[in-house]
């Protein structure tokens, strides 16, 4: 694929419930990054990993949120004990290694919907 | 949280008129980006500027930045209908390579 892909599109879950968002990066790009972003909103930033560890988790809000990247390649966003204000568009991106720049390549996004 | 102001919040043109969006900024940045995002979903990344850079073009954009004022201004020339979206800008700090988003100018280009 020559972009980065997000599973699902779209998640409606029941607070309380747990739920699991996934993230392929481009082949190749080393550094991957976790957004939300609420209506009406800019992105806000999460968590980054550069290869299988991040690097500054420093954005997740709380101790429900969990990102794991244990291959170095796809990522996945875990949230546990979902609340409705978890409800948000999760967006990934991914840069490649060595650019002199940080430009990041967005995924289309998972729309949250706890109800 | 968000670190970028932009202004103005909606922008409403006609196709063919240029469309100016500001941003401002608070830290010191290594670069400072502008994306547009369509119907809510996948930013696309447009140009880039370095702290050390005044002045960028890229085809019809064409993007300044201000250090000693924290600000940029991203110019759209000749706009079209397909042009209408969200622009943000976000910045690159010093401090690290995540970036930091504004909130966003809503720019509506009528035919």
């Known amino acids: 694929g020559a972009g980065v892909s997000q599973t699902p599109s779209n998640k409606v879950t029941e607070k309380g419930k747990y739920v699991e968002l996934r993230c392929d990066p481009i082949s190749g790009h080393t550094a991957l990054y976790w957004y939300r972003q609420s209506l009406g909103q800019g992105p806000e930033f999460l968590i980054y990993?550069?290869?299988?560890?991040?690097?500054?988790d420093s954005g997740l809000p709380n101790d429900r949120f969990f990102a794991v990247r244990p291959e170095g390649s796809v990522s996945t966003l875990k949230i546990q004990r979902t609340e409705r204000g978890d409800s948000a568009v999760y967006l990934c991106?991914?840069?490649?290694?060595?650019?002199?720049?940080?430009?990041?390549?967005f995924g289309p996004g998972t729309r949250l919907t706890v109800l | 949280s968000q670190q970028g102001e932009e202004d103005p919040q909606a922008l409403s043109i006609q196709e063919g008129e240029n469309a100016t969006m500001n941003c401002s900024y608070k830290t010191s940045i290594n670069n400072l980006q502008w994306y547009r995002q369509n119907s809510g979903r996948g930013l696309v990344h447009l140009i880039l500027?370095?702290?050390?850079?005044r002045e960028k073009h890229s085809g019809r954009l064409r993007v300044t930045l201000d250090t000693s004022k924290k600000s940029s201004s991203l110019l759209i020339t000749a706009s079209r209908a397909a042009d209408t979206a969200s622009y943000f800008c976000?910045?690159?700090?010093?401090?690290?390579?995540?970036?930091?988003f504004g909130e966003g100018t809503q720019l509506t280009v009528n035919p």
């Open positions: 976000a910045t690159e700090e010093t401090s690290g390579s995540r970036l930091t």
């Open positions: 990993f550069q290869g299988t560890g991040a690097a500054d």
């Open positions: 991106a991914s840069s490649p290694l060595g650019l002199a720049y940080n430009e990041q390549f």
């Open positions: 500027i370095r702290s050390n850079e």
